[in-house]
């Protein structure tokens, strides 16, 4: 029987006194590639913030615990725009950053740890720019820089915060790649959120809907149906197969705008 | 007055003024490169005219306090109320320190209406911060605090780089973000009340801000831009001395026109790197 790595049970979560998801039972497993979806202010984020204990539950249980009973090593990539980008830092002293909690306080880098940041820019083939400047490379290159920033945490979770925002197709199928790439051969545990539908339909495992009042989780064949997106998204949604891809269609919004 | 002539007159009676023009020089041109980092460079300001505000009302009759003290109190008491306040999403960063800003120039000036006309061109003079004049008890505070400051930056430099960069992510690490944030501001609170008092708020605020953008300009990675900060920090008050003492300038004046001159040039750089 699989062990969970994070289990909601009875979850509410919220801000202060609001409480934006209620009742939330749902558990990830080591090895799952979970995809988290729903439009902006559905509660995405405040998922994650709990499971990365930035956020108390405002009431049931969150529990977090490796199969051992140990501690679970996240490593978070965060939305590229949260990042304050003054200070010309190389792309490998950015990846370096995701080391130091390992290094701990008054102690410098070692080359045990040089070695880990470049093996973790050669997974996501940046070594080509590790000693550009951060603020100066492309979208998708920040975007492989902050990933390996992860990776050298030796996570035992990887969470990815709309990696593929602001991305053009090419480098939106590229960091997709790189991601199922990581969880299938890396078998690193990933959890992605996202509000593009057609991001996740085709590379996650397993997904979760998340729309204010509503959760629901399960395998992508389960949860990807026309009636549940229609229902959710208030328009005829109709999802379909093309030559092994799912696609998803929408019409005319029906609901009250 | 040549060179030699200079430094042979201003070691001989104005030590302190010398050393510790230099002292605040590189003090807040490192501090500034955190500062300018955050996008902070605002509250320099407003931390400068609350220190003034902190010495202007250690002159009230009734208000027995060590001219300091008042200053580091009202600094450090802004910087715990800020940091909080800064975090707010209800009202804009640079309102909150624009109204702070505001009010403490505002009481200083009503205070100073207040106070004996005797005491106020001591009080102008002390606000102006007339490096000159510098007390060993002053400098030697500005000399400790300068210790403790690097130290503390240095030795968790890479944690202070982290949190300033992406405060989100490293507080997934398990970093305390929002404290780590407060001790550089604490830290940089005590430099800027001991600085103010030593050579007024204009040097200070200069300092915090000009050697930092100079070396963005001129550098291209951040050690280097540290180093080049606190290079300009220290080398602008020597020359800015000199110029004040050949041609009869105020000191703080002249050492940040020569800290916006060397600006003027890192940029003029490069704009004709830029057009080659």
Known sequence: MKTPLIDFEAATLGYGRKSVLRNLNFRVYVGDYLGLVGPNGAGKTTIVRTILGTLTPLAGTVRIQAGDGGSVCFGYVPQRDTIDYVLPYTAREVVMMGRYRRIGLLRRPREADWSIVEESLKHVEAEEFAGLPFKDLSGGQKQRVLIARALAAEPDVLILDEPTNGMDLSSRLSILALIGYLHDKQHLTIIMVSHLLDDVANHVKRLAIVQEGYFLVGNVQEVLTGATLSALYEMPVEVTQLKGKTIILAGEHRGNL | ?276
């Open chain 2, 1 to 276: 007055m040549g060179i030699s002539e200079f430094f042979s007159t201003v070691l001989t009676e104005f030590p302190l003024a010398f050393y510790g023009s230099i002292l605040v020089g590189i003090s807040c041109a490192f501090l500034g490169v955190t500062v300018v980092a955050k996008r902070v460079v605002f509250l320099g300001a407003v931390l400068t005219q609350v220190s003034v505000l902190g010495l202007a009302v250690t002159f009230l009759p009734y208000a027995h306090i060590p001219h300091t003290l008042g200053s580091l109190v009202f600094t450090l008491g802004s910087v715990m109320v800020l940091s909080r306040m800064l975090t707010g999403k209800k009202i804009p960063r640079d309102a909150v320190l624009g109204v702070v800003f505001a009010s403490s120039v505002a009481a200083r000036i009503l205070i100073m209406q207040k106070t004996p006309k005797v005491e106020t061109a001591e009080i102008e003079n002390l606000l102006r911060g007339d490096i000159l004049f510098v007390t060993p008890e002053l400098f030697y505070l500005m000399l400790g605090a300068f210790i403790v400051t690097m130290g503390v930056y240095l030795v968790f430099f890479k944690e202070f780089s982290y949190i300033a960069f992406d405060a989100e992510t490293a507080t997934t690490q398990g970093y305390k973000a929002a404290r780590w944030e407060l001790v550089f501001y604490i830290m940089a609170g005590v430099v800027i009340s001991f600085a103010t008092h030593m050579v007024g708020d204009l040097y200070v605020f200069g300092f915090l801000v000009l050697p930092a953008v100079t070396a963005m300009l001129l550098v291209k990675r951040v050690r280097s831009i540290f180093l080049v900060a606190v290079l300009i920090g220290a080398i602008a008050p020597v020359i800015g001395l000199f110029l004040a003492f050949q041609f009869d300038f105020s000191s703080s004046p002249a050492i940040v026109g020569v800290a916006f001159v060397t600006l003027g040039v890192a940029w003029l750089q490069q704009v004709l790197r830029r057009s080659q």
